[in-house]
């Protein structure tokens, strides 16, 4: 059957200006709601002395102060939403592990919304109504599940919500259904396509996979390359937060080369995130989100502490949604060694470069007579020829030098069998911080 | 003719071994020698065994790091001298050897060896008189 490339081409292919005005139209409403529906903005608006009607330009969105998680946990609950409990139809909460949780509220229309956006997204790397579509996301309070779920469905796919975990019935789901679409976080493409190989399962003869959706956790170009290569399939990354929503906030098109963000939703902004300054266009900085269409928990220059850039030109698939490029890891998940600044990020690269380790690694901090220290674990691949004791010595040194050179700290490389650094069902535990703290 | 080595990287931690040596068991196949070189993160565990194809899959099916390595194995009589003539063959034809090691066998002994260079070590052999062991 023909189909249009677009889900959504009344707005996948408006221009800058007509983003533009409709951004502003959409930013002039959420102030509005905000100001007259939630306690916690009408305070805030007003100790800045913004009212909804002095937002004439997009630029008049920098006189509001931003928001931050921070700003989540103090209002724990409810205190946030704009409209009342009643109009509200679900609950998303964090786990919460570093204070209150932050709770994020839907409504009816909401959930609808966040529907479009992520099967907009779908649609646009290819998935059909043809498409049978398997969803490895815990379902529950991670949004990638029901997110996921309610976006296939709105595109038309078969749905398999099969869940996280159990990877030998996610395999048997795989060749009895015909899985052709699949969400998974990269680390657990990386762990279907190992047990893959332990069951003689060939992804190219005995499954039908042709486009997944990776997202959730930063990972490399080489990453990526790597989940095509194993699994036979394209991998396209996919960003969101639970704070706006969950999955469908930028995603890439065909070309994988940055995520569009989804304009007629968010506004975009880069900023220092020491300053507070917009960083100039194709810098790095801290990703911070206005929600435009949103009716229960509208947010203004949320802070969401991922780093990132716009990748700057158009984009040859012809959307002017901006387009974000991988995510540099969080500002919170810098680590601090010796003075210097490393995201896990950089590390993840460097090892992803060898054919002879697996994905997956664990680095962990200590300290050693008084000093950092930094082991980095990683698993041999079954590329690795382990019955060489040259071999194996050359690779630690190889890749500690190229660590070194990356992050100008000198780590302990530390080879392991596959399969012994625990495997997660959520977003992958990288990082193992057990230095004294003075 | 090779012999074909099974080699098993693991993690040094007491129980390792074990798990390898059981999975082994548990399919029928029996060790004819095995040896096991340690540093300070991991260890390499070198097998020799009566199936070494099925070993091979049965470890990688387990999730273990495996490799299957082709290796010379020669028979010599159990006599002193013996092993010292056979190296020596090797020495003065300059084939490099990466690793060595012996054991007995059905009343002979067997040394084992690994080199890059295979098709040099079988002219040896067979200038030298030297027989390859059945194992």
């Known amino acids: 059957m023909e189909y249009s490339p677009y889900f959504n081409p009344e707005f996948e292919l408006l221009d800058r200006g007509q983003i533009e005005a409709l951004q502003l139209k959409r930013l002039q409403d959420t102030v509005a709601s905000c100001y007259l529906g939630s ?33 989540l946990r103090d209002t724990y609950p409810f205190g946030i939403a704009s ?24 409504s009816a229309k909401d959930l609808h919304e966040w529907a479009n956006a992520l099967a907009r997204s779908l649609w646009m790397v290819g998935c059909r109504p043809e498409d049978v579509f398997q969803n490895t996301s815990g379902y529950g309070m991670f ?57 003689g399962i060939d992804p190219r003869r005995d499954t039908k996979l042709k486009i997944m959706a990776i997202g ?72 911070v989100l206005t929600t435009l269409n949103r009716e229960a928990m509208p947010l203004l220059r949320y802070r969401t502490r991922d780093l990132t850039r716009i990748l700057p030109g158009k984009c040859p698939c012809g ?49 050693v007579e008084d000093n950092d220290d930094m082991t980095v674990e990683v698993e041999l691949s079954e590329f690795a020829n382990v019955d060489d004791y040259a071999y194996l010595q050359n690779l630690s040194k190889d890749i500690t030098r ?17 399969g012994t650094l625990p495997r997660a069902e959520g977003k992958a535990v990288r990082v193992k911080d057990l230095r004294k703290k003075y | 003719m090779a012999v074909q080595q099974i080699s098993v990287f693991l993690e040094n931690k007491s129980g390792s071994l074990v798990k390898v040596f059981r999975a082994l068991s548990q399919a029928g196949i029996q060790l004819i020698t095995s040896t096991l070189a340690d540093t300070a993160d991991y260890g390499v565990c070198r097998i020799l065994c009566n199936q070494p194809d099925k070993a091979y899959d ?43 090691y012996s054991f007995l066998y059905e009343g002979k002994g067997v040394l084992i060896f690994r080199t890059s260079e295979m098709e040099k070590a079988a002219a040896l052999i067979a200038a030298n008189g030297l027989v390859e062991a059945r194992l």
Request: with cysteine; charged share 25%; glycine share 8%.
């Open chain 1, 319 to 367: 959307r002017e949604h901006k387009r974000l490029d991988r995510m540099k890891g969080r500002s919170d998940d810098m680590i601090i060694l010796k003075g210097v600044n490393i995201f896990p990020i950089q590390i993840e690269t460097i090892l992803a470069q060898y054919r002879d380790l697996a994905s997956d690694y664990l680095i962990t901090l200590n300290t």
């Open chain 2, 58 to 100: 049965i470890l990688s099916k387990e999730g273990f790091t495996v490799n299957k390595t082709p290796v010379l194995a020669i028979a010599l009589d159990d006599r002193p001298g013996r092993a010292a003539d056979a190296i020596a063959c090797f020495a003065e034809g300059g084939l490099s050897i990466s690793y060595l």
């Open chain 1, 216 to 287: 959730a956790e930063p990972h490399s170009e080489d990453t990526r390359r790597r989940i095509e290569e194993m699994l036979g399939v394209k991998a396209y990354n996919s960003f969101g937060m639970s704070e706006m929503c969950g999955p469908g906030v930028a995603f890439e098109c065909k070309e994988q080369n940055g995520m569009h963000i989804w304009e007629d939703y968010y506004i975009v902004e880069i900023v220092d995130p020491e300053t507070l300054e917009p960083v100039p266009e194709g810098e790095v900085g801290e990703l």
């Open chain 1, 83 to 106: 409209i009342p409990l009643d109009k509200c139809v679900r609950l998303h909460s964090s786990s919460g592990t570093t204070g209150n949780p932050t709770v994020v509220l839907h």
């Open chain 1, 143 to 199: 949004t990638g599940g029901l997110g996921f779920q309610y976006a296939a469905e709105m595109l038309g796919m078969l749905t398999v919500p099969a869940g996280a975990g159990n990877t030998l019935r996610q395999l048997k789901f795989f060749t009895d259904f015909g899985t052709t679409v699949v969400h998974a976080i990269p680390s657990y493409a990386a762990r279907l396509y190992e047990v893959m190989c332990q069951q």
């Open chain 1, 402 to 418: 190229k660590l070194r050179d990356e992050i100008l700290v000198t780590p302990k490389v530390k080879l392991l069998p596959k």
């Open chain 1, 39 to 71: 306690p916690f903005y009408r305070k805030r608006l007003d100790s800045v002395g913004v009212t909804p009607d002095r937002i004439k330009t997009l630029d008049d969105l920098r006189r509001i102060p931003f928001t931050t998680k921070q700003d």
